[in-house]
């Protein structure tokens, strides 16, 4: 249809929604708000009222009594410091890396992009695990002392944390339009004035959207804080599950839930802004720059230091955690071979499963929290993505778009305790939720939600609404419209989205240790457990389980890449 029908189109608009198509949409809204109102709301609100109650009364008396806790303010001093560093050092690593592959071209780029996708999706237990094999005295960086210290850990978020700045910047980066920066070269500018002084202004949303993501994560990391950390060594996050589950102490785990509800939420406001900012930026300039080629004296000053830089991120802090924790894999007592991979065959663990089993379990919960999560991301970002003529339902579409993400912040233990402790007879129906067996893939899918919604949202928002309009007025139905204009756009987002909310579940942690079967336990869980038991033998098979848990990780990844680029390119 040519440009110059679209007036003619507009004309005939009808001039008030139909009330059959405002009730869809509401019960598309309706349902994603139950789900997180049942599951995600009284969960985290009754575990939070407990705290503040004592017999029948409100007592706020807590606050007061964790809040002079020296132990408290450490704690929060450093949980904010282990949030700003590995914030500063994953921005300061994954913006040369962002440059490299998104504003050059070399043979491979399409390849170094997956793999520098791989840290992210692998599951904080794994990470945890391997940084565990490099740090230790015997592995290649023991002699850094950082073994179960502030450095390690924060080396470790920072490997988690690379691939969000790389993509974030990397996407906005490309599409900048890069005349302004050669016209400072042509005007006499060296590259490193013209990159401070009009690149990286320009950058700035991106840049603010992914450090306030990333801050976000390390702020709120809880696997590889404690498989990682010391003993002497705790976060907010941490700090929630050591009180609900070693000390029973509700009212402190309250306290502290609060204090991460309100940094959470600081943090995703800071991050809603720069990503409405990011989004400003680049519908001014839709189509970018091309990629520069980046080979012999067409290579730039600006672009080796990004190789540079990039390799030695590659090697250093993406490669050497993964293959070290291989080859430990692959050692035993009696030496090299496939003895701790044999033993995930055994059930002489003493910990309810076989390896192997605790595998499948992971598998079939993933599973089924990948469909749950893909379900309800999917109708938050169908309303989210529309445009609303009247300021009343934009400020209620950004509402809902806004309450999704609070789970990707709010402690995971706090939502698998609360559930224990509030869905026996939630809204007082005669129904006991916690032996439901999809509470578990639902406590998943919780987690998994809003970054299913960050992966479709954007898709949906780039198509043009006046498909929808000229649709309406042909008279195409609601569903009609969502299976030829939506569904075709959205496709392309749907192998990433499924690929992301099962690598997101098949390595939950927090909540999963509250809610999954002793004598059925995930595989997050079972190398858990076997970290914490003496013996090189626990060890060795902990590693290997590692190895298993990172590869099933990858292999599903990389279908969901496949999937993706077959139902449509890139998102």
């Known amino acids: 249809m040519s440009a110059a ?45 407990r705290g503040f109650v004592t017999d029948g009364a409100l007592d706020l008396s807590a606050f007061a009594d964790v809040m002079t806790r020296p132990r408290t303010w450490r704690i929060i001093g450093l949980t904010v410091a282990q949030g700003v560093v590995g914030t500063t050092v994953a921005v300061l690593l994954g913006v040369p890396g962002a440059h490299l592959l998104y504003r050059t071209r070399f043979r491979g780029r399409g390849l170094v992009r997956a793999l520098v996708a791989v840290p992210f999706v692998l599951p904080t237990v794994v990470v945890g695990v391997a940084f565990r094999s490099v740090l230790a005295d015997s592995g290649p960086l023991g002699f850094l002392g950082w073994d179960g210290t502030f450095a390690g850990v924060v080396m470790a ?87 609900t589950t070693q000390f029973l102490d509700l009212r402190a785990a309250a306290v502290l839930s609060v204090v ?51 390799a030695v991120v590659g090697v250093v802090l993406l490669g050497l955690p993964m293959v070290t924790l291989v080859l430990r894999s692959l050692h035993t007592r009696d030496g090299w071979g496939p003895g701790n991979y044999v033993a995930l065959g055994h059930e002489g663990f003493g910990l309810g499963a076989s390896g192997w089993e605790a595998a499948a379990m992971s598998v079939r919960v993933a599973v089924d929290a990948t469909l749950i999560a893909v379900v309800v991301a999917g109708l938050v970002a169908l309303v989210a993505s529309r445009r609303p003529r009247s300021r009343g339902r934009r400020r209620a579409v950004g509402a809902l778009d806004a309450v999704i993400m609070l789970p990707l912040g709010v402690s995971a233990v706090t939502v698998g305790f609360g559930m224990l402790v509030t869905l026996d007879r939630p809204f007082g129906l005669d129904v006991d939720l916690r032996t439901w067996p999809l509470l578990l893939p639902i406590a998943q899918a919780v987690v998994a939600v809003p970054l299913v919604v960050r992966t479709v949202l954007p898709v949906l928002r780039a198509i043009d609404t006046r498909l929808h309009e000229a649709a309406a007025v042909l008279g195409a139905s609601p569903g009609r419209v969502l299976r030829h204009v939506d569904w075709p756009v959205a496709a392309r987002s749907l192998g990433l989205a499924v690929g992301l909310a099962f690598a997101v579940s098949l390595g939950e942690f927090g909540a999963t240790t509250f809610l999954v079967r002793p004598e059925s336990p995930t595989l997050p869980v079972l190398i858990y457990r076997l970290i914490g038991r003496p013996g090189a033998d626990n060890l060795g098979t902990a590693l290997a389980a590692s190895v298993l848990l990172a590869t099933i990780t990858a292999v599903v990844m990389a279908l969901a890449e496949r999937l993706r680029g077959e139902t449509g390119g890139d998102v």
């Not at 001039?15 to 109102?37: H, I, N, Q, S």
């Not at 002084?197 to 702020?219: D, K, Q, R």
């Not at 300039?285 to 830089?309: F, Y």
């Open 157 to 243: 978020l920072v490997f988690f944390n690379y691939t969000v700045v790389v993509r974030t910047v990397g996407a906005f980066w490309s599409g900048l339009d890069p005349r302004a920066e050669q016209a400072a070269r042509a005007l006499g500018a060296s590259p490193v004035r013209a990159f401070w002084s009009v690149t990286l202004p320009a950058l700035a949303p991106g840049i603010a959207s992914a450090a306030s993501i990333v801050f976000l994560f390390c702020a709120t990391a809880f696997g590889v804080v404690l498989v990682l950390g010391g003993v002497g060594y705790g976060t907010v996050e941490t700090e929630i599950w050591i009180q």
């Open 5 to 49: 029908a679209w007036p003619g189109l507009a004309a005939r608009l009808p001039g008030r929604v139909r009330p059959g198509r405002v009730a869809l949409w509401l019960l598309a809204a309706a349902v994603p708000l139950a789900f997180l109102t049942l599951f995600f709301a009284l969960p985290v609100a009754g575990l939070v009222a």
């Open 260 to 310: 991460q509800l309100v940094v959470v939420t600081l943090a995703l406001a800071v991050a809603g802004r720069a990503r409405r900012r990011r989004e400003q930026a680049l519908t001014r300039v839709p189509d970018g720059g091309r990629p520069l080629a980046l080979r012999g004296a067409d290579a730039r000053t600006s672009d080796r230091w990004a190789v540079a830089v990039t």
